[in-house]
Every structure is written in structure tokens, then in C-alpha cells.
């Protein structure tokens, strides 16, 4: 009722623009993470309809767009694995079946105001999820851009299906080599003029007509005599809205898909969170993350009747709404019906876009998944945020994807209880000279002993190296520390940046009045000049 009451004529334009905007690259994207997940085409695109609209109308945030994403594709096609691919009917209705469960799952953590533990998941496990999703993101599209037939089954691990594709598969396609290989010039190079001279971001759609076009134009998409093109084209999508349908529920697919939901639910939330909270960040705007929790479990527990792919808070159609002025969640509804609308209009021309274009906008994709100054930061930040990282990202392509997001969540929260137990709080204080640091309280006996000391040893000089002996609380034994300190007005031991820093004055109020130790329990031993 608020937002009807506040909303007007400039903000519905700069939501229509946004929404069009957005709409240009979710139509390509839906198609090709439908690909991603090994099912039809149409499944995505009607994600980008009906999750985009159901999270729009629920959810919290003014500038997440929902729908498929190439992380939640990937875990599908994980989940899904166990399902004879060829069995399309039985496919499809595990792909229903599993959007019902991912929903499920999201209400119920949002219902019991759960959403707050994914604060103590740490964002190593997200890195390492990354690495591994783009790696086999790039693998899995190998054989659409070669043009040649994946080989091995959904039980198979996935560098097993590789190899067996590259070494035992058909004869390379040159065809659609070339077209796979177009595709990721193109991408690049669009990418670079829509950002080096601010134009629209339609890069992906522009790539896939260029593409479609010219596959048509040298008959590779068009049935030749024996009724098969030269090239694999997308399947042909219904001109039709997505229709209400009821999963078919077949007890023996609950285990199997039991866990592939709860990876989904976990990725998704993360994911549509961390999006949101980084473009409130920007907007200043109060996100209820529980209800935003909510809207992702609606949206796709509808999708799950709607016949269509899971999803959740996508990073580049977010990032483009919110460029593009979005003032409102108006914006992603104006998205939805403009990709219903493309749906009704050009469904008969999607049947020409090769599959090896969209194979080469994955593989662009793929690179541009891992955000690699942050893999490295997090690798060097510390032991336990490496060994994270490569737990789940080993996991991820040995094993499964869903089972490294879980794995990566336990022992996330698991090693965060001990970690923090011993964690410790000390007081900050901001010193005249503009030094945030450690406050460190004085007591007679302890400036007695310090200007003692120095007075002895070193009372000319400008500035002093004091070695003390600390004794870690943590399991006792003495550890020996070398700084150089200066004596603020403040009466207190500061870190100096550099000799010039401290003057006689300086040095001289730091011998009466301050304590050179900087941890509690520290022993000035002596004084060197």
C-alpha cells in the first residue's frame, strides 16, 4: 500500500525502462542456463517469467531481479543426474518436482527466521563454490561448442564425461566451432564498447541474432535434404505462456532429490542476499532479509507449478536494473512481461539460434563467474579461509556440487564455533595523531618500571626498539615482539610509522607516562637505542 501511495509518473518510467533493459539480456540468459541444466530451453524462459514476477511482488529489495542463474543450473543438472536423460517426460517432471522442493525448503527456513545462519557461513565457501561451478560450467559446454554428442551418463562424474566426449566422440564439428568461437569474440568485444561508451546492455542478445543470422544466412540452421541441420539448433519453443501443472511425485526421486534441493535452497538464499545486500549498501535502503527469504521460496515454489527451472537473485541482471534507474521491484514485473511478450512474438525464430552460440556465451560466463582477485585474497587471508576454498572447490568437480555446498556449510559452522569462543574484545582508541589502536591503561608500578628502565639506557634518544615478552592466552608460551613505539599526548603507546614521526618531546612524554606493551601481560625486558 506504501509503495502504490509513493509511487508516480517518474519512477514508473525509469521502472519501464529498467525492466526493458533487463528483459534484453534474460532472454538469452534463460535459454542458455536451461542448457546448462540439460533441460528444454522453454523451462528457462518460463523461470524468467514466473520466478522474476512471484520474487518481484514478495520480495524486499527494490532492485533484485530473480530467475535462472548458471550456479542454480549447474546444481540441477546435479540433482537431476540420476534421471535417464533421454526419459525427457521423467526428467522434466523431476525438474518440477525438485523447484517444489527448493521452494519448500526456503519458506520453511524463512517461516523459522533461519535466514540469520547463513550470516555465519563463511564467504570462502562461496569462493570455492564459484571456482568449481565455472570450471565445470566451461567442461560441461565443451562438446555444444565442438558440435560434437556428450557421451557417459548423468552418473558419471563429470571429468569422466569430458573425456570421454573429447577422446571417444564424434568428429569435431567445424561448423559450429566457428560459430562458438564467434560468439566469444563478439561477447568480449560488445562487452567493451557497451562499457567503455555507456550503451544499452544488450551484448548477449545482440550476439545470439548476429550469430542466429548468420548460421541461417550459410544454411547451417536450415533442414537440409535428409531433414537434419548442419549444425544443432535450440529446440523449438511453444509460442505459449507457461500453463499450471501438478509434479507428478515419485517416492523412490525424494532421497536423491531431497539433497540436491537443500544445496539449491542454501546457494539460492546466499546468492539472493549477498546481491541485495550489496546494492542496499549503495541505495541505503532496510532490507527484511527474512521476507526477501520468503519471496525466494514463493517464487519458486509457484515455479514448481509453472513448469519451470529454480532460481534465485541473479548478479547481472540485478547490477543492470540498478544501472538502468530502477526506482522500484516494479521494475523486474515490467522484465517478466517483456520476456512473455518476446515469448509470444518470436518463439517460431528461436528454433534458429545454434546451440554452439550459446555454448560459447557460457563459456564467457564461465570466466567471468570467478571473481579472481577475490579467490586469491581469500586464499591468503588465513589457513582456515584456504582450506575452505579448496575443500569445497575439490569437492565440487571430484564429486558433486550439491554435496560441496553442503559439506562447505557444516564445516563452515562447525569451525566458526570454536573460533569464535575465543574470540576477544579490546577497546579502540583514535589518537591525536589520527592512530586507531589498542587503549592501554597505565598504573603506577607499570610507568614507574617503564621510565626506570629507559631513563637508564636511553634517555637521548629520539626514538626506541623495545622487545617484549608476551604470553599468548591461548596456550601460554612466551612469544617475543620487536616495535618501535612513540608516546602521544594522549599517554598512551602508539606503533610508529617512521623515525621522523617521533620528536624529543614525543619520546620525552612516552618515558613518563606510558607503557610501551601493547597486549595485556606483556614484560618490558629492555631498552636498545
Same mark, same amino acid.
Given at each position: 500500500?506504501?509503495?502504490?501511495?509513493?509511487?508516480?509518473?517518474?519512477?514508473?518510467?525509469?521502472?519501464?525502462?529498467?525492466?526493458?533493459?533487463?528483459?534484453?539480456?534474460?532472454?538469452?540468459?534463460?535459454?542458455?542456463?536451461?542448457?546448462?541444466?540439460?533441460?528444454?530451453?522453454?523451462?528457462?524462459?518460463?523461470?524468467?517469467?514466473?520466478? =522474476?514476477?512471484?520474487?518481484?511482488?514478495?520480495?524486499?529489495?527494490?532492485?533484485?531481479?530473480?530467475?535462472?542463474?548458471?550456479?542454480?543450473?549447474?546444481?540441477?543438472?546435479? #540433482?537431476?543426474?540420476?534421471?535417464?536423460?533421454?526419459?525427457?517426460?521423467?526428467?522434466?517432471?523431476?525438474?518440477?518436482?525438485?523447484? +517444489?522442493?527448493?521452494?519448500?525448503?526456503?519458506?520453511?527456513?524463512?517461516?523459522?527466521?533461519?535466514?540469520?545462519?547463513?550470516?555465519?557461513?563463511?564467504?570462502?565457501?562461496?569462493?570455492?563454490?564459484?571456482?568449481?561451478?565455472?570450471?565445470?560450467?566451461?567442461?560441461?559446454?565443451?562438446?555444444?561448442a565442438l558440435g560434437v554428442r556428450d557421451k557417459g551418463n548423468g552418473h558419471m562424474q563429470v571429468l569422466r564425461r569430458v573425456w570421454l566426449t573429447l577422446t571417444h566422440g564424434d568428429a569435431i564439428n567445424y561448423r559450429a566451432l566457428s560459430l562458438s568461437a564467434a560468439a566469444v569474440i563478439l561477447a568480449v568485444v560488445l562487452r567493451k564498447l557497451v562499457q567503455r561508451?555507456?550503451?544499452?546492455?544488450?551484448?548477449?542478445?545482440?550476439?545470439?541474432?548476429?550469430?542466429? @543470422?548468420? !548460421?541461417?544466412?550459410?544454411? /547451417?540452421?536450415?533442414?537440409?535434404?535428409?531433414?537434419? =541441420?548442419?549444425?544443432?539448433?535450440?529446440?523449438?519453443?511453444?509460442?505459449?505462456?507457461?500453463?499450471?501443472?501438478?509434479?507428478?511425485?515419485?517416492?523412490? /526421486?525424494?532421497?536423491?532429490?531431497?539433497?540436491?534441493?537443500?544445496?539449491? #535452497?542454501?546457494?539460492?538464499?546466499?546468492?539472493?542476499?549477498?546481491?541485495?545486500?550489496?546494492?542496499?549498501?549503495?541505495?541505503?535502503?532496510?532490507?527484511?532479509?527474512?521476507?526477501?527469504?520468503?519471496?525466494?521460496?514463493?517464487?519458486?515454489? =509457484?515455479?514448481?507449478?509453472?513448469?519451470?527451472?529454480?532460481?534465485?537473485?541473479?548478479?547481472?541482471?540485478?547490477?543492470?536494473?540498478?544501472? #538502468?534507474?530502477?526506482?522500484?521491484?516494479?521494475?523486474?514485473?515490467?522484465?517478466?512481461?517483456? +520476456?512473455?511478450?518476446?515469448?509470444?512474438?518470436?518463439?517460431?525464430?528461436?528454433?534458429?539460434?545454434?546451440?554452439?552460440?550459446?555454448?560459447?556465451?557460457?563459456?564467457?560466463?564461465?570466466?567471468?563467474?570467478?571473481?579472481?582477485?577475490?579467490?586469491?585474497?581469500?586464499?591468503?587471508?588465513?589457513?582456515?579461509?584456504?582450506?575452505?576454498?579448496?575443500? =569445497?572447490?575439490?569437492?565440487?568437480?571430484?564429486?558433486?556440487?550439491?554435496?560441496?555446498?553442503?559439506?562447505?556449510?557444516?564445516?563452515?559452522?562447525?569451525?566458526?564455533?570454536?573460533?569464535?569462543?575465543?574470540?576477544?574484545?579490546?577497546?579502540? +582508541?583514535?589518537?591525536?595523531?589520527?592512530?586507531?589502536?589498542?587503549?592501554?591503561?597505565?598504573?603506577?608500578?607499570?610507568?614507574?618500571?617503564?621510565?626506570?628502565?629507559?631513563?637508564?639506557?636511553?634517555?637521548? !634518544?629520539?626514538?626506541?626498539? /623495545?622487545?617484549?615478552?608476551?604470553?599468548?592466552?591461548?596456550?601460554?608460551?612466551?612469544?617475543?615482539?620487536?616495535?618501535? /613505539?612513540?608516546?602521544?599526548?594522549?599517554?598512551?603507546?602508539?606503533?610508529?610509522?617512521?623515525?621522523?614521526?617521533?620528536?624529543?618531546?614525543?619520546?620525552?612524554?612516552?618515558?613518563?607516562?606510558?607503557?610501551?606493551?601493547? @597486549?595485556?601481560?606483556?614484560?618490558?625486558?629492555? &631498552?636498545? &637505542?
Amino acid at each position: 500500500m506504501g509503495l502504490a501511495l509513493n509511487y508516480d509518473l517518474l519512477k514508473g518510467r525509469h521502472d519501464v525502462i529498467a525492466g526493458l533493459t533487463v528483459a534484453a539480456i534474460s532472454f538469452p540468459q534463460a535459454m542458455a542456463y536451461a542448457l546448462i541444466a540439460g533441460v528444454d530451453p522453454r523451462f528457462g524462459v518460463y523461470s524468467a517469467i514466473v520466478v =522474476t514476477v512471484v520474487a518481484s511482488i514478495f520480495g524486499s529489495s527494490s532492485h533484485l531481479i530473480n530467475g535462472p542463474t548458471s550456479a542454480i543450473s549447474l546444481l540441477v543438472f546435479t #540433482a537431476l543426474a540420476f534421471i535417464d536423460s533421454e526419459n525427457s517426460k521423467e526428467l522434466f517432471e523431476g525438474l518440477f518436482l525438485l523447484a +517444489v522442493l527448493v521452494g519448500t525448503f526456503q519458506i520453511v527456513i524463512s517461516l523459522f527466521k533461519l535466514g540469520n545462519l547463513t550470516r555465519y557461513i563463511s564467504e570462502s565457501v562461496i569462493v570455492g563454490f564459484m571456482a568449481a561451478a565455472s570450471l565445470l560450467l566451461a567442461l560441461g559446454q565443451l562438446g555444444n561448442a565442438l558440435g560434437v554428442r556428450d557421451k557417459g551418463n548423468g552418473h558419471m562424474q563429470v571429468l569422466r564425461r569430458v573425456w570421454l566426449t573429447l577422446t571417444h566422440g564424434d568428429a569435431i564439428n567445424y561448423r559450429a566451432l566457428s560459430l562458438s568461437a564467434a560468439a566469444v569474440i563478439l561477447a568480449v568485444v560488445l562487452r567493451k564498447l557497451v562499457q567503455r561508451f555507456g550503451l544499452p546492455q544488450i551484448d548477449m542478445l545482440a550476439v545470439l541474432i548476429i550469430t542466429a @543470422l548468420a !548460421a541461417y544466412l550459410a544454411g /547451417w540452421s536450415v533442414p537440409g535434404a535428409n531433414g537434419r =541441420t548442419a549444425v544443432s539448433v535450440a529446440a523449438k519453443i511453444p509460442r505459449s505462456l507457461p500453463s499450471p501443472h501438478i509434479p507428478e511425485v515419485h517416492t523412490e /526421486w525424494l532421497p536423491h532429490l531431497s539433497t540436491g534441493a537443500l544445496a539449491i #535452497a542454501f546457494v539460492g538464499i546466499i546468492e539472493a542476499l549477498s546481491i541485495a545486500k550489496a546494492i542496499a549498501y549503495q541505495t541505503q535502503q532496510k532490507i527484511d532479509y527474512n521476507r526477501q527469504i520468503m519471496a525466494e521460496g514463493l517464487a519458486n515454489l =509457484t515455479g514448481g507449478f509453472f513448469q519451470s527451472l529454480p532460481g534465485s537473485g541473479s548478479l547481472s541482471r540485478s547490477a543492470i536494473n540498478f544501472q #538502468a534507474g530502477a526506482a522500484t521491484r516494479f521494475s523486474g514485473i515490467v522484465s517478466a512481461a517483456t +520476456v512473455a511478450a518476446a515469448l509470444l512474438l518470436f518463439a517460431p525464430l528461436l528454433r534458429y539460434v545454434p546451440q554452439a552460440a550459446l555454448a560459447g556465451l557460457l563459456l564467457v560466463t564461465a570466466a567471468r563467474l570467478v571473481d579472481f582477485k577475490r579467490l586469491i585474497y581469500t586464499l591468503k587471508a588465513s589457513r582456515y579461509d584456504a582450506g575452505l576454498v579448496i575443500i =569445497t572447490a575439490f569437492t565440487g568437480v571430484a564429486i558433486d556440487l550439491d554435496k560441496s555446498v553442503l559439506l562447505g556449510v557444516i564445516l563452515s559452522i562447525l569451525l566458526f564455533v570454536p573460533r569464535a569462543a575465543k574470540l576477544k574484545a579490546k577497546e579502540l +582508541v583514535v589518537t591525536p595523531e589520527r592512530v586507531v589502536r589498542d587503549r592501554i591503561r597505565v598504573t603506577r608500578r607499570t610507568r614507574r618500571s617503564s621510565s626506570m628502565t629507559s631513563k637508564a639506557s636511553c634517555s637521548s !634518544a629520539r626514538h626506541r626498539n /623495545w622487545t617484549a615478552i608476551s604470553r599468548s592466552s591461548a596456550n601460554g608460551s612466551p612469544m617475543t615482539r620487536s616495535s618501535s /613505539w612513540y608516546c602521544g599526548s594522549s599517554g598512551y603507546a602508539t606503533p610508529m610509522l617512521s623515525a621522523s614521526n617521533a620528536s624529543s618531546t614525543s619520546c620525552a612524554k612516552r618515558l613518563n607516562a606510558a607503557s610501551p606493551c601493547c @597486549l595485556p601481560g606483556c614484560v618490558l625486558t629492555r &631498552c636498545m &637505542c
